[in-house]
């Protein structure tokens, strides 16, 4: 019996997004990670689409923040944040595989299934009580990485802020590499993004103070936000080990002190 064409068409979205990623990537006549450039060359609509983000932040992401962390009681609200991260580890378990981390890969596994059946489908973690590894937090942009996409230019995203073209790639990715898409049934296959939703509103609240700084307090937020976004993404996929990052925008020569520190990104998801 052939398969509805939307099941085809979901089962084919990661390859299609696999290979455009390669070929837009690939444009660069140099991959900017490489050398700790800047790649900006949409500079103009990007920093129209920050003004939209920062926008949308101040009217309705940081008051909505407020009030979620205010109402919802600390202990539901870390419960949900720990069902968020639980119901992502199968993506991370996926990604991990493709990437031949087959190491990372069984750590998820045993804290996927730990807190799963003891923490209650992961409100709570027993895992790290047990003091099991740590989750690996990997995502399809850095499977692309493993497999050697190029960085691509800088992008900010409405709603989602700072990104690069490889990254933007693993974000849409992502929606099909994690199981729970074709396991559960809808509406309960949301459930992931619903918890998703409201952990990045605890996580908003949580560094209020230093969003708050780099959107509204700084001279250019824009530049400050992509400098700290490409510094730490960089930092994950392993494009800055053992040598520091220089940031372009930092008046003082070789980047000053600040550039041999990783600074904690609060776009990171």
């Not at 990670?33 to 990007?46: L, S």
């Not at 087959?102 to 596994?109: E, F, I, K, S, Y």
Request: proline content about 6%.
């Amino acid at each position: 019996m052939t398969p509805p064409i939307s099941c085809t068409f979901r089962r084919a979205i990661p390859a299609l997004i696999l290979a455009a990623a390669t070929l837009v990537a690939g444009c660069a006549a140099q991959d900017p990670a490489a050398t700790r450039d800047v790649f900006d060359p949409y500079e103009a609509e990007n920093r129209r689409m920050h003004e939209f983000n920062r926008g949308v932040d101040r009217v309705l992401v940081r008051p909505v923040s407020k009030g979620y962390t205010s109402v919802v009681p600390d202990d539901i609200e870390t419960g949900v944040i720990r069902l968020a991260e639980n119901l992502s580890l199968p993506a991370d378990i996926v990604n991990n595989i493709l990437q031949l981390n087959m190491r990372g890969a069984l750590q998820d596994t045993a804290r996927l299934v730990v807190n799963t059946t003891v923490g209650l489908g992961g409100v709570f973690d027993p895992a790290s009580e047990m003091g099991m590894a740590a989750p690996t937090n990997t995502d399809f942009g850095e499977t692309l990485h493993v497999w050697g996409v190029r960085e691509g230019a800088y992008i900010e995203l409405p709603f989602l802020g700072p990104s690069t073209t490889r990254h933007t790639f693993g974000i849409f990715a992502d929606l099909f590499t994690n199981p729970l898409t074709y396991v559960l049934d809808s509406p309960e296959n949301l459930a992931g993004t619903a918890a998703g939703v409201a952990s990045g509103l605890s996580r908003r609240e949580r560094f209020t103070e230093t969003i708050d700084q780099i959107l509204y307090e700084s001279e250019d937020s824009y530049a400050l936000s992509r400098s700290i976004y490409l510094q730490n993404r960089r930092f994950k996929v392993g494009g800055t080990t053992g040598a520091a990052y220089t940031d372009p925008y930092d008046g003082t020569a070789g980047g000053g002190a600040a550039a041999s520190t990783p600074l904690e990104d609060p776009y990171d998801e």
